[in-house]
């Protein structure tokens, strides 16, 4: 394993607005529902994560994510995603804008990383990231996750690798014929056993809960021939589930 913690592996334009962006990867984690999986940044390259929230310059990285919530008199509100910019995000530009990170090519990652498991993702959405970085950087891994909102306008290659990130029941199907598996967040209170063609996240379940570095369900079409019949939904959860209706 390499001396640092992490490494840059690409830095470029946003296609959302040309903005500067940057795709590091850190190789571990602390976070409890997916284990320790090495795990991959989309972030702003010249603005602190929590002041590109302030700003909607999170849009960057982002998207047009609904999870996002809307910016009203410079404070974000009705935001239904699950992560704390004020922490890992955060941690992780401090140290990009210190030097903390070298430049290296996603392949020499990906044999750092050979037989782990790789979060494409852990902040900001991959399918901002050339298709052959992704790529590259799961060549040797033991499993991937991923999930990208952009599946609408982005290369179908992607669909190999990444979830389609659905809203609703029907972006779900809408997904599926695009050739994409979908991760669909239902409402509290959804009956997800209604939907045929749809597992629950095995993180979720009551009995013998899965982290995701054990499970890789969310892999795209590339990983796992069950794995690749079904959808995976999750209930929406934690402070902004409310903000969730699809």
């Known amino acids: 394993m390499s001396a640092s913690t992490g490494a840059v592996v690409w830095r470029g ?15 571990h984690s602390a976070n409890r529902k997916t284990g320790d999986m090495a795990q991959v940044w989309i972030i702003r390259e010249d603005v602190h994560p929590v002041e590109a929230l302030a700003s909607d310059a999170d849009a960057s990285v982002c998207g047009g ?7 009203v008199e410079g404070k974000r509100v009705e935001r239904a995603c699950y992560v704390d910019i004020a922490k890992a995000p955060a941690a992780v530009w ?3 804008a210190s ?11 990906a044999l750092i990383l050979s037989g782990r498991a790789v979060r494409l993702g852990a902040y900001g959405d991959p399918g901002l990231v050339p298709y052959a970085v992704l ?33 609703s029941v029907a972006d779900r199907r809408k997904a599926r014929r695009l050739g994409y598996r979908s991760f669909y967040v239902a409402p509290v209170g959804t009956d997800l ?7 629950e996240c095995a993180n979720t379940r009551d009995r013998n809960p899965l982290q995701c570095v054990d499970c890789g369900a969310c892999g795209g079409t590339r990983q796992g021939a069950a794995a690749r019949a079904v959808d995976v939904a999750i209930i929406a959860h934690g402070q ?7």
């Not at 500067?20 to 850190?26: D, F, M």
């Not at 994510?65 to 910016?71: A, D, I, K, N, S």
């Not at 902004?240 to 699809?246: L, N, Q, T």
């Open 193 to 199: 056993s209604a939907e045929s063609g749809v597992m």
């Open 13 to 27: 334009a946003s296609p959302i607005d040309g903005a500067p962006i940057v795709a590091v990867v850190t190789w």
């Open 99 to 109: 030097g903390g990170y070298p430049d290296m090519d996603p392949a020499s990652v």
């Open 135 to 167: 790529s590259a950087l799961v060549a040797h891994a033991k499993r991937w996750t991923g999930y990208t909102h952009q599946w609408r306008t982005i290369s179908s290659a992607y669909s190999g690798l990444l979830m389609a990130s659905a809203d």
């Open 65 to 71: 994510c609904p999870l996002r919530g809307r910016t």
């Open 240 to 246: 902004g589930a409310r903000y969730v209706s699809g």
């Open 94 to 96: 401090r140290k990009l």
